[in-house]
Structures are given as structure tokens and as C-alpha cells.
């Protein structure tokens, strides 16, 4: 099991009388990438900022190596970390002189500044802008140099917080992928905050989710987006059909969850008479033709009217009223080929295992 | 008169000049302090000093004068009628002004970049002198607006100078000296020498304050 860099235990963060952040128990091993998500205002960037030692909690602890990190000079401490904003924030100077402000700092020989700012401008891919004023960067190149910055410095921990928020979709995929790339290469310890799943899922090793302030839930992407810890979760990472029930009856690992009339299968050991949430991820469904009899291995058919067809990229958005809304995600050449509209009969079906249950 | 008008014009410059570098050594911190710090009373302090900056000349070199007269609190240091008492008096004026327009200056920096400054491991005193670079704009312009004001003003020079020839002369004083006596002619030579140092004094400046700028 890899070193503990980062532990934190009880931490309360409280401005002007409100609780911004709990946070009972987190560690971040050495080497992995930890995305943070959380809706905004969910207190993600004071947990990077406590993380950097720029703002004290109130209660709790920050461990640095096993060890209370007040122990260590505050100033020795953060030059064990780097740290990279939403906003670039480059100074008025070349962007040379810009990626260099760490080693700088760190009073390094001019000749190690030198080698290491030039390696690190060509491993972001903007060495041809190395004279450019900053602020005559385009946001994308800006954030590159931000990157840049940070990663000069060869933290132990990086501290990245939203960074690629502000920029267009295409720059945003790309400085993605490039840091994904860096990252894997690296093998630096990083918090990764962000509100965007996508980005999540990609970069982060394990995901922990906050919300309201609070830390609900820490684990491997897979787990967390397919077994959230409970409804606001769901609802924060996608689970877009949740359903209140009751277990009607369980058996041998198999349980029927009755919700307004409807008798619906899934697997768990939850006992009979619990009330129960149940969740059911959109990428999950798979919608048919009414007419047609459907043989298969799918214990759930729910049969429905189309009430609302709203597409997103190669997706569209299929909600269904099965006497329940039904939230089912399918490509653009399903619904074309199906000739799916609003108002017509279709059925949704989806595994029993598909099912995540969450009880209340 | 031609070595005299030299005599005047280099002790209005001397003058002027050390009174501007008291108040910068005095202002930059002071106004850094103010702009960063988070203290409660930061607001009414910076109220008072905003206040300062429109100090008039005259009531200056009236305290001034109190202060240094033979039977003042620091008459003991016969410091009345002498270039010294300018330069106080001057620095008390320029101070204001140095420290009010050095907060403003740091304070239209965007307060992450101090976050950010601290989070690629800065020491304190290395993210306030990047702010100071940062803001060297209008930090120079502070610095100006410092030496304009006293330069130009004439009240407290007199007052606490006495305008006395060989000692105590400075080119604003004398330009009033020279109009009350009806010497227009020379009152004009000496305004013009007057615009025209601080015409260099400020092309200085600016030509540091607009370096590397495009």
C-alpha cells in the first residue's frame, strides 16, 4: 500500500459563523490523483486552499507524511506544494519569466532556472512563446503556462483548482489530455478540483464528492458514479432516474422494489418492508418499440409514453413516463433509426444488476 | 543673480527630492501594510490618510512652524528657517499621498494573486515586492503625484523657510518674492525653470514606469 502524503481528520472550516467545510476522514496517497467534485460553493476550493496551507481550519487536522503540518515551517511547507488557479493569473512579465517565479523563489542557480523553465515550456508546447508579454496570451496558452509554473517547481503535491473552467470546449480537451499525459509521466500527487464529471472520470484515480461543505463520499470513480452513498450523490453524479420505494420482497439476493404500483426488480439484501432509493444511471436504459414483444435477460420492462427528447452532442435525452419518469440516454442513430418522438409508446428495459440501491 | 538662480533651483530639487524619498520609504510599506493587511480599523486609517493627501501647504507649515519655533516642543533643535524644516514639512505633505496611492495601487490587484503568489512558494517579503513589480505602474505614478505636490507648493516653504537668500530660497518662493516686487521678468524665468524641472523629475519617472510596457 502506497505512503499517505495528505491526511485529514474532523476538519471544520468556518467563515463568519458558517460551516463551509467538514471534512471527517480523507487521505491522499502518494501518487494518485484525487478529484474533488462538488456543484459550486460546495467548498472545494477552501479544501485545496486548507490543503495548501493558506487557510487554517477552525477544528481538525492536516497531516503532512504522518506528521501535524504546523510542525513544519510554513514556509518550508509550501514550497513542498504548487499551485494552480481557475484563472491563470500570470504577471506582467515574458512567459518565461513567468514559469520561472517558482525556482525563483526558491532561489535556485540561474542555470538549473534556466534548463528546467525551458524543459517545462516544451513539455506544455508553447517554447515558440517563451519572450510573449503573458498578457498577451490567448487563455489557453495562459493556462498552459500556469500548468507550466507549476509543474517546474517538481511539487510533491499539486493543488489544481478548476483549471480548465474558464476555457472553450475544443482548448479544454486538448490542455485535458496534455495533463493527463504529464500526470501519468509524473506520477505527482494531485488534488484535482472540478465540477465537471467528464473531467473527473478521466483524470481522477479515486473521486470524492462534497457537497453543502461536506464530504459525502470518497472511492474509485466506478464505485462512486454506479454506487453513490446516497440521493444528493445520485444526483450529483448523474444518476438521473431515482425512484422512492419499498422492498416487497427479498429472496436469495434478488428483491422486488414496489414504487407507485410498480413492481421492480433488482439485486441486493436489503430486508423486506425498507424503504429503499432507487437509482438508475440514464446510460443504462435501453428503449423499444412497444409493439414488439422483447425476449432477453433483462428482468425490468416498463412500458411508457416519450414526454420530452432533448439532445446533447451525439446523445439525446429520452425521458419516459412510465407512471414514473424514466431517464434513459441513447445516441443520436437510435433515435433516428427508431424514428423516436414525443408522445409515442415505447418500453424501457434494464437489467436488474443495473439497479443501485440506496436505502433510506 | 544667474549663480543665485542656480543656488535656488538646486536646493528646491534637493529639497523637493529628499522629502519624496522620506516619503516613499515612509509611504510604500505603510500603504503595502494598509492594502493588505486585514485589520479592522484598515478602513478608517485609510480614510484619514486619503484625507492627508489633500493636506493644504499652508496649515502644514503652520504646525510645522510651531513645532520647530524657538519656544516650541522642539525648538531645542534650532531647526526653524532651514532647509531641514522644509523637507519636514514637505514630507508631511508628500507622505499622504505616497502612502493613500501606493494602497490604491496594490488594491486593484486581483487578491488571488497573492494566494497564488504564496501557493508557487513565495516567502512574504518575495509576494510583496512581485506585487510591487506588478503594480509599478501605478506605484511610479504615486511617486510622481508625491513629488508634484511638493514641488509646486509654496505655502509651508515660506512658512517654515523663511525664504531666506543663500539659505532658505526655493524657487516657488522666490517666484513670489520677485511678482511682489513687480520683477515679472525674473518671476517668469524662474517659472519657467520651475515647469521645466519638474518636467525632467516626471520624464524620468515615466521613462521607468512605461519601461517594458507595450
Known sequence: ?360 | MTTDIFEITLLSLKVSLFATGISLFIGLPLGTWLALSQLRGRRFILSLINTGMALPPVVVGLFVAMTLWRSGPLGGLHLIYTPIAIIIAQTIIAAPVVTGLTASALQQLDPRLRLQLLGLGASPIQMVTSLWREARLPLLAALMAGFGSVISEVGASMMVGGNIRHQTRVLTTAIVLETGKGEFQNAIALSILLLILAYLVNLGLTLIQQRGVR
Not at chain 1, 446510460?283 to 425490468?300: F, W, Y
Request: with cysteine.
Open chain 1, 1 to 360: 500500500m502506497a505512503e499517505t502524503i495528505l491526511g485529514m481528520r474532523d476538519l471544520v472550516v468556518r467563515r463568519s459563523e458558517q460551516t463551509v467545510l467538514q471534512v471527517g476522514s480523507l487521505d491522499i496517497e502518494q501518487g494518485e490523483v484525487l478529484a474533488v467534485i462538488g456543484p459550486n460553493g460546495a467548498g472545494k476550493s477552501t479544501l485545496l486552499l486548507v490543503l495548501g496551507r493558506l487557510l487554517n481550519p477552525q477544528v481538525g487536522q492536516v497531516y503532512f507524511r504522518g506528521k501535524p503540518i504546523e510542525q513544519e515551517d510554513e514556509l518550508t511547507y509550501r514550497r513542498r506544494i504548487a499551485l494552480v488557479l481557475q484563472e491563470p493569473l500570470l504577471m506582467h512579465q515574458s512567459v518565461f519569466d513567468n514559469v520561472a517565479a517558482g525556482l525563483k523563489f526558491r532561489g535556485l542557480p540561474r542555470g538549473e532556472v534556466k534548463r528546467r523553465t525551458e524543459e517545462w515550456l516544451k513539455r506544455l508546447d508553447i517554447i515558440h512563446l517563451r519572450n510573449r508579454p503573458a498578457h498577451r496570451l490567448s487563455g489557453g496558452e495562459a493556462q498552459r503556462a500556469s500548468l507550466a509554473r507549476a509543474f517546474v517547481i517538481q511539487p510533491e503535491v499539486l493543488l489544481l483548482d478548476e483549471p480548465f473552467s474558464a476555457l472553450d470546449a475544443p482548448t479544454r480537451t486538448r490542455l485535458l489530455q496534455d495533463l493527463h499525459a504529464l500526470l501519468a509521466e509524473t506520477s505527482i500527487t494531485t488534488v484535482f478540483i472540478t465540477h465537471d464529471l467528464d473531467e473527473a472520470l478521466l483524470l481522477g484515480d479515486r473521486v470524492a464528492v462534497l457537497l453543502g461543505g461536506v464530504l459525502r463520499q470518497v472511492g474509485r470513480p466506478q464505485d462512486v458514479f454506479t454506487a453513490p452513498s446516497d440521493g444528493e450523490v445520485a444526483a450529483f453524479v448523474g444518476v438521473e432516474t431515482v425512484i422512492a420505494g419499498k422492498v416487497a420482497a427479498s429472496q436469495n439476493g434478488q428483491i422486488i422494489v414496489e414504487a407507485d404500483g410498480l413492481h421492480l426488480e433488482a439485486v441486493g439484501d436489503a430486508p423486506t418492508g425498507t424503504s429503499v432509493l432507487f437509482c438508475l444511471r440514464p446510460e443504462d436504459i435501453t428503449l423499444s418499440h412497444a409493439d414488439g414483444s422483447i425476449v432477453s435477460s433483462a428482468r425490468n420492462h416498463l412500458n411508457g409514453r416519450i414526454m420530452l427528447m432533448t439532445p446533447s452532442g451525439p446523445l439525446v435525452r429520452v425521458v419516459v413516463d412510465c407512471g414514473l419518469p424514466v431517464v434513459a440516454l441513447i445516441t443520436r442513430g437510435s433515435a433516428n433509426e427508431m424514428k423516436l418522438m414525443e408522445g409515442q409508446p415505447v418500453t424501457a428495459t434494464f437489467k436488474a444488476t443495473a439497479v443501485h440501491l440506496i436505502p433510506r
